[in-house]
Antibody, heavy 120, light 109 residues
Framework: QVQLQESGPGLVKPSETLSLTCSVS??????????WSWIRQPPGKGLEWIAY???????NYNPSLKSRVTTSVDTSKKQFSLNLKSVTAADTAVYYC????????????WGQGTLVTVSS | EIVLTQSPGTLSLSPGERATLSCRAS???????LAWYQRKPGQAPRLLIY???IRATGTPDRISGSGSGTDFTLTISRLEPEDFAVYYC??????????FGQGTKVEVK
């Protein structure tokens, strides 16, 4: 059973960096059939894709966030991470990690999501 | 950016009834790249349908997807208690590569 679990601070101050980690169990991160993704949903708004990374280092960012986002993967720990710098209240959201199936481009497994609030 | 518009926003139905959910794209998309998800409070979103009509592993036969071009539909033939949830469509295409609809909530009438 593939499981993903987000972890990280639930509260971040404005202008600081939001950092989240996703831990993967039940599947190998070293599989070229899948990319590892981040998606968020601000309160009352829709889902927004943020980024993906592959185990071989392929990365793609949402152009609307590209200047502030970085993502990385640690295959030995079966984890991948998200950093979003210079956050504002608009970055308050539930953040999900998810596995993306290459070729079909759907997200077949998701974490439960973690709420990150940006506030002083 | 391809915008996905889901309707209705909320669907109030009784168990046993048929649910028809719509997802309309602002421009034509490949059926191969249209997916549907179910989300329940406190749970991870669950993939139901991909390729517009292909059931994901574990998706019951009462749930089906159809459509092409700009109009796609998710149908639940007979609502079971576990089907009351929020449903999202998602497409893969132009920049940004992935966009989602705003969701349709299926609630108990």
């Amino acid at each position: 059973q593939v499981q993903l679990q987000e972890s990280g601070p639930g509260l971040v101050k404005p202008s600081e960096t939001l950092s989240l980690t996703c831990s993967v169990s039940g599947a190998s991160v070293n599989n070229d059939n899948y990319y590892w993704s981040w998606i968020r949903q601000p309160p009352g708004k829709g889902l927004e894709w943020i980024a993906y990374i592959s185990s071989s280092g392929s990365i793609n960012y949402n152009p609307s966030l590209k200047s502030r986002v970085t993502t990385s993967v640690d295959t030995s720990k079966k984890q991948f991470s998200l950093n979003l710098k210079s956050v504002t209240a608009a970055d308050t959201a539930v953040y999900y990690c998810a596995r993306l199936r290459v070729g079909w481009y759907y997200f077949d497994y998701w974490g439960q999501g973690t709420l990150v609030t940006v506030s002083s | 950016e391809i915008v996905l518009t889901q309707s209705p926003g909320t669907l109030s139905l009784s168990p046993g009834e048929r649910a028809t959910l719509s997802c309309r794209a602002s421009q034509s998309i490949s059926s191969s790249y249209l997916a549907w998800y179910q989300r329940k409070p406190g749970q991870a979103p669950r993939l139901l349908i991909y390729g517009a009509s292909i059931r994901a592993t574990g998706t019951p036969d009462r749930i089906s997807g159809s459509g092409s071009g700009t109009d796609f539909t998710l149908t639940i033939s007979r609502l079971e208690p576990e089907d009351f949830a929020v449903y999202y469509c998602q497409q893969y295409g132009s920049s940004p590569p992935w966009t989602f609809g705003q969701g349709t909530k299926v609630e108990v009438k």
